[in-house]
């Protein structure tokens, strides 16, 4: 039998612990035999220690948290392997070292880990800069559209004041954000956009 602690539940010993554990890692679908050992004995020594922030119910968590990791784990190759093969040969066509393959690149790598599709690109621009980097975009959109089916709506917009609009505050950070071009491509349904700074005032 477990015992309680004010309102922690808590193993008796490293045996009662590993028993409790092992039914509910099974139960999660997670054996306990291919939990590496490190783990399998740090989820025990939380079953048993006695602490607020301990007992069994905190041991179960651990492993809710290995499984979460592994699921993580099996997506992030999943959609590895959905778009390798066009995302390796659209960089490498549009090139690996022009800003366009650069974007690319990254949009791929969120794609893959599914991060937040809203990020900065680079260290910003200036208006030329921006707009060589447009037709750029557009280039690697028309390209896109010929060969590269996984890859759609590439396309950017044009410099905003997000100041001005009311828009200059970044969440409930106190970043702020002033001049803007946004650029944007969608992998397989899944829309990304990148903010590009604009440096330099308007001309």
Same mark, same amino acid.
């Given at each position: 039998?477990?015992?309680?602690?004010?309102?922690?539940?808590?193993?008796? *010993?490293?045996? !009662?612990?590993?028993?409790?554990?092992?039914?509910?890692?099974?139960?999660?679908?997670?054996?306990?035999?291919?939990?590496?050992?490190? +783990?399998? !004995?740090? @989820?025990?020594?939380?079953?048993?220690?006695?602490?607020?922030?301990?007992?069994?119910?905190?041991?179960?968590?651990?492993?809710?948290?290995?499984?979460?990791?592994?699921?993580?784990?099996?997506?992030?190759?999943?959609?590895?392997?959905?778009?390798?093969?066009?995302? *390796?040969?659209?960089?490498?066509?549009?090139?690996e070292s022009t800003l366009s393959g650069r974007l690319l690149d990254q949009c791929r790598h969120h794609y893959e880990q599914a991060n937040n599709p809203n990020f900065t690109?680079?260290?910003?621009?200036?208006?030329?800069?921006?707009?060589?980097?447009?037709?750029?975009?557009?280039?690697?959109? *028309?390209?896109?559209? !010929?060969?590269?089916?996984?890859?759609?709506?590439?396309? @950017?917009?044009?410099?905003?004041?997000?100041?001005?609009?009311? +828009?200059?505050?970044?969440?409930?950070?106190?970043?702020?954000?002033?001049?803007?071009?946004?650029?944007?491509?969608?992998?397989?349904?899944?829309?990304?956009?990148?903010?590009?700074?604009?440096?330099?005032?308007?001309?």
């Open positions: 039998m477990t015992k309680m602690i004010g309102h922690v539940e808590y193993a008796n *010993d490293e045996t !009662e612990a590993t028993e409790l554990l092992t039914e509910y890692s099974e139960s999660i679908g997670l054996p306990w035999g291919l939990i590496p050992q490190r +783990k399998r !004995e740090a @989820s025990v020594r939380v079953a048993t220690y006695e602490d607020k922030n301990n007992g069994l119910a905190a041991a179960k968590k651990t492993l809710d948290d290995d499984v979460a990791e592994q699921r993580r784990a099996e997506r992030v190759s999943e959609r590895t392997a959905e778009i390798k093969k066009q995302a *390796d040969s659209f960089v490498k066509a549009v090139g690109f680079g260290a910003g621009m200036t208006e030329p800069e921006y707009a060589a980097f447009q037709e750029e975009w557009q280039e690697t959109a *028309d390209l896109a559209s !010929e060969r590269y089916n996984q890859f759609t709506n590439l396309r @950017s917009t044009a410099i905003q004041d997000k100041e001005a609009l009311g +828009k200059g505050q970044v969440g409930d950070t106190l970043a702020t954000r002033g001049r803007q071009g946004n650029v944007f491509v969608t992998i397989l349904g899944a829309k990304f956009n990148a903010h590009i700074d604009i440096k330099g005032k308007k001309k």
